[in-house]
């Protein structure tokens, strides 16, 4: 799988994706909102180590922020290889720990499971709504927004064999 930027994430029904979830805790910080809060820290500490690792190592590396049982550790380890987040691999007769996705594809890959629950409601609401909080929170990501919807239109066109008519901007 890659990015959003040069590919779609693989879509919910592919045996490989990560299992996610179906709800949201809006009042979590990052990657909490989809995993359990315990969970998103053990992932992340899996990516800072950067190559497969025992629990002991990643351990290690959670207790530093975090304090929690060792045992406790490899329990969420495990979940993870349950949901295809992780893999573990017997390396010297001892569980090395890996993520099957970089942070930038499982993000690109959440982003996209949220984006199509939210796409239930009304899409042109939903669009709007986003539209308005990217332009308290960040006007500038609204050109990136446009850029976005330009490539894709451009995508879909050269798949279609149309053209797309695109409005002129008077400054």
Known sequence: MTSSSSASPARPD??????????IRLSADGLAKVLGDLEARVLQAVWRLEVPAPARAVHAEVVRDHHVAPLTVTTVLNKLVDKRIL?????????????????????????????????????????????????????????????????????????????????????
């Open 14 to 23: 592919d045996p490989r994706a990560p299992r996610l979830q179906d709800t």
């Open 87 to 171: 893999v573990r691999r017997k390396v010297d007769e001892l569980l090395h720990y890996s993520a099957r996705l970089s942070e930038e594809e499982f993000l690109a890959h959440v982003s996209r499971r949220v984006a199509e629950g939210i796409l239930a409601f009304e899409p042109a609401r939903v669009a709007a709504s986003v539209i308005d909080v990217m332009a308290e929170r960040d006007p500038a990501q609204l050109d990136e927004l446009e850029r976005l919807i330009q490539a894709a239109r451009r995508q879909r066109d050269a798949a279609t064999g149309t053209q797309t008519r695109t409005e002129t901007r008077t400054p």
